[in-house]
Structures are given as C-alpha cells and as structure tokens.
C-alpha cells in the first residue's frame, strides 16, 4: 500500500515537474499583439487639395517601425473616430479610391480597398526578419473626414494573414486631424496714372502730372511751303495692369474753316511743299526741320518696370503718320505689363502746298490711355 | 520513504505555485462589464481618466497630491489620474478667414490667424504650412524665401509666429498655458523677420504637449507696378505627430 502511495507520489510530483516546465511555453503563445512604434501619419497634399483639408482629395503618409520576427502578410489601415473601442468611420472618409502611391521599409504590398474605411495592403506572407524594420506607406486618392478641425484615427494593425483577417500581429494607433484652411486675401488697388499738356517736367526725379501746363500749343513757326513746321506736346503714363496700357490719339487732321492739312495715313518722311500732317514720339533729326523736334521716352525703358514704347508707324526717327484712332504708344517693351512713370513726347509736323488756303489751322486731339488688368 | 513522499509533496507545491505565477504575466485589463468600461484605473486615490457606456461617458479623478508636468530634456512626467493610454490630438483654427485689405507701395500690410494645437502621447508634433503665395489669378506675390525684414515698396509675402514689433506691432509668441511645449520653427521664430516657403515646419512640438496658441502673422509688401487686383491664397495647415 505504501509502496503504491509512493509511486503514486513520484508520478504526481514528475507530472507537476513536467507541466511547470511546459507551462510557461504553452503561456508564449498568448496572442498579445506587439506596439508598433515610431508611428505617424503625415496628411499631404493631393492634387489640388491640402493635406488637411476637410473632405479633400489627399494622400497619407503612414511611417511606423514594425517589430522584428513577426510574419507580415497584410496590414490594414481602420479609421475611426476614436483610437480605442467600437470603430466609427469619420464622417465623410472615403478610402475605396485609395492607391498604395508608394511603399518602403517591408514592401511587396498592393492595395486592397473594397471595405470604406478599412483598405489594408496585402503581399505573399513573410517575416519581418532582422532588426525591426521603418517602414512607410503612402495612400494615395484618400478623401479626408468632412467635418474641420476634426480629430481622427487610423489603427494600424498587421496580420499574418493576406487579408486581414484573424488576429492582429502588431497594432498602432495615430492621430490626424482635419484643419479648415486659411483663406487670405488681399486687394491691390487698379492704378492708372496718366496726363497731357504741353510740358510735364519731374518732382524728385520722378514724372509728375501735378506740373502738367496746357495742352494748348503752336507750331513753332507759320506754315510755309519751304519748311516745315513742328510742334511737341507730352503725355506721363504708369499702371501697375497686368498687361500694361495702350495709348491712342483720336482727333481731326488741322482744320480751317472748310480747309485741311491732310493727314499722313501712313508713316513717311516729310515733304515740304506737300500738304502733311503727322506725329511720331521719337527725338528727329534736321532731316525734318532745322530744329529738331521731339525727344525719346524718359526715362528710358528697360523691359521691367519702364515699358514705355512708340508703336509702328509712330516709332521711326523722321517718319510721321496720323490716323485718328491708332494706338501711338503702350506699356509693351520687353513684354507687355505695368510700368512706372515716364514721359512721352509727341511730335507734330506740318508741311503745306504754296495752295494751302490761309487761315489759322486747329485741332484738338484727345489722348485715352487704357489700361488692362 | 514517508519522508521522500513529503519531499515530493513539497516539492510538488512549490512547483505549483511557481507555475501559477509564472503563467499569470502582468497585462492590465480595463475593468468592463457588457454595459460599462473604466480605462486606465488604478488602485488607490483617484486614478481614472475615462468611464463609459453606451450613452454616458465620464473623465474624472480624485484625491491627486499633485497634478502637472515636468520635464527636461530627456525625461517627462504627468503626474495626476487623467491619463489614456490612447494617442490624442485636437487641432482647430477659428475663423478661417483673413482679410489684408488694400495693399500699397508705401507701407506693408499685415494679418494675423491662428490655430491650436494639443497632442498627449506622442513624441511631439511639427505643423507645415501649405499653400501658394497670394496670387491674383495672373501675377503671384513672391514669397520670401529667404528669411528678411519688410522692405516697402518690394514684393514680398511672409510670415511668423512670434510677436513683432515692425512693420507695426502685430503677432504673439506661441501661449503654452501650463502644459504646452509648443515653439516656433527657428525659421519662423526670430521677431519682425518673415519667411515663407510652402511645405515648411513652421511650429513643433519636442514631446508630448498641451495645447498650444499659436499666432501666424502675414506680412504683405508690394510695389507700385504690384499688378492690380484681389489677391487670395489657400493656407492649409497640417499637423503631424509621432507615436
């Protein structure tokens, strides 16, 4: 009896040896999922949208490190409105469009996203082997939360299995939110600069319409058949238009009574003894008159912020034109745009026929400057 | 014999007790019922940041000896019994709308928004801005890209989130109330120099922080030829953290 006791005993205390041994190895198997760690998710920018914008159309960044050792074969992405518990889907979060734009650290993953809300990456199942490995992963084509200045969460867990399916391996949770955008906005006042007269001179260096004198002028001499007679008038123009200006003289040729000078309708040299009324804005020569008339656009452009210009037919030393209507001058030297202040002088020239009939010639010619923005 | 069977017998109880702590780790579990969970509790004074169930939901503590942060460079505690285990970041931008109104060649105009942000349980955050400079549609004001001071009469588009006191008073440093650790990214930092490249860290967080105010100040300079017109830009801010 004692001897049965005793072996009895013995096999009691060898199994308790046994399943204390055992014990702890079974408990290794408890399925207590790793934290993955060094998480973010960085919200970028899609196409047109920002990264935090409300309902746009973003990428995310996810970065995490995944612990060493463990099998991979899906990992999925569950957004929610809490980090921890039952899984709501932020309202307005839709993730059926997602891509896997790009991927680092494990890779091998195509994108799986039928299930709004939940697309999870899937690849041939494999361990993360070595050191635990930085991993990122970009979704693309995501369609953020609706609601501004939203928190959100995305848990991150890895499977074993190919579709996320079965016990999560490894988890993480991180935080993003949605942020409304800041709509700046500012007003650049339209400006258009712009003034006739006889002369306009400068204040500090810079053209000055305030010292604009009448816009009533006289040739320099009576018309005769053997010289010719000139005249100069000046304009200032600036805008800060995108495209710049255009300057155009509008007005009838010199008239007497039933009388006229006729105009030049298209650029020539002139000809004294011949019945000529034209303009150009360029400093001439004594091929036109015995003293020179006009003068070049000052200051001087310089295809940045001077753009001042003559335009065809206005813009050749010694050769004049005027029809009524034609754009004399624009804002276009070095690509059309705004320009600061300069001073432009017109030239006025009148040769005439021993025929010309007497009498005191005038006109008024009206200068419009329109600018474009 | 009837000693070796007392050793056994011995024997056998401590290997029972020694397998039945062996097997039993350390997990803490919430206390949880089918209609109520407690998270993060604790024995002892107070301890307990989040109940719930259904339809009731409760963020309480009692009896806390001292509550607070405190931290140096390499080390960071909160104390007191609101504490989750869960990653937490709240981040609003009131308004939403800035107007600069009329911009002029002869002084700078400025604009300030803000925005907050809080992040517990993490490592930090950054904050970026993204966005165009303001752009009238055909012209776009230039960016400073490098950082400066305003220069009227040049075109410039910056900003900062510090307090400045030029072009004209304006702007506030980051407010960190009591628990934040939120500063200005040292591109965005230095008062009455502005700086704008899109994609940039303007703001970050070192570690885990409460909330943190923080104050954009915009900075508008253009010149007489600006070309006319009303300038907008979409500013988008986003805010990374790490867990």
Known sequence: MQKKRGILSRSLGIALLVATILAPLFSMNNAYASQITNRSLTLQAGATDGGSKPGGVVNHLFSFTLPSGTTVGSIQFAYCTTASGTCTMPTGLVSTSATLASQSGATGFTMVNTTNGSPYITRTAAVVAGAPVAVTYQIGSITNPTTPNQTFYVRISSFATTNASGGTTDTGTVAASTASQIILSGTMPESLVFCAGATITTTAGVPDCATATSGVISFNQLFSPTDTATASSQMVASTNAGSGYAITVNGPTLTSGANTVSPMASSAVGARGVSQFGINLKLNTTTTSTVPVGLEISVPSNGTNYRAQATAGYNTVDSFKFTSGDTVADSASGGAGGSDAQILTASYIVNVPGSQPAGTYTTTLTYICTPTF | ?243
């Open chain 2, 1 to 243: 014999m009837v000693k070796k069977h007392v050793a056994w017998g011995r024997l056998s109880f401590v290997f029972i007790i020694c397998a039945v702590i062996g097997t039993s780790p350390a997990h803490a579990t919430p206390h949880q019922s089918t209609n109520y969970r407690f998270d993060e509790s604790t024995l002892g004074a107070g301890g307990m940041d989040l109940s719930s169930s259904a339809n009731y939901q409760a963020s309480h503590s009692t009896g806390d000896v001292s509550v607070g942060n405190a931290a140096s460079t390499n080390y960071q505690v909160q104390a007191g019994s609101k504490t989750t285990n869960d990653p937490t970041l709240s981040f609003s931008i009131p308004g939403g709308s800035t107007n600069l109104g009329d911009f002029t060649a002869g002084s700078a105009t400025t604009a300030t928004a803000s925005f907050s942000v809080s992040n517990y349980t993490s490592y930090g955050y950054v904050v970026q801005i993204i966005g165009t400079s303001p752009s009238n549609g055909g012209y776009t004001l230039t960016p400073m890209t490098s950082t400066d001071v305003s220069i009227p009469g040049t075109v410039q588009f910056g900003i900062n989130l510090v307090a400045n006191t030029s072009p004209t008073s304006i702007g506030a440093n980051p407010d960190n109330g009591d628990f934040g650790f939120g500063v200005a990214a040292a591109n965005y930092a230095t008062p009455n120099n502005y700086r704008y490249v899109s994609g940039e860290t303007i703001a970050m967080a070192p570690k885990s922080s409460g909330i943190t105010n923080y104050t954009i100040s915009y900075l508008v300079n253009v010149a007489g030829l600006t070309p006319g017109g009303k300038y907008t830009s979409n500013q988008t801010i986003v805010v990374t953290g790490t867990y």
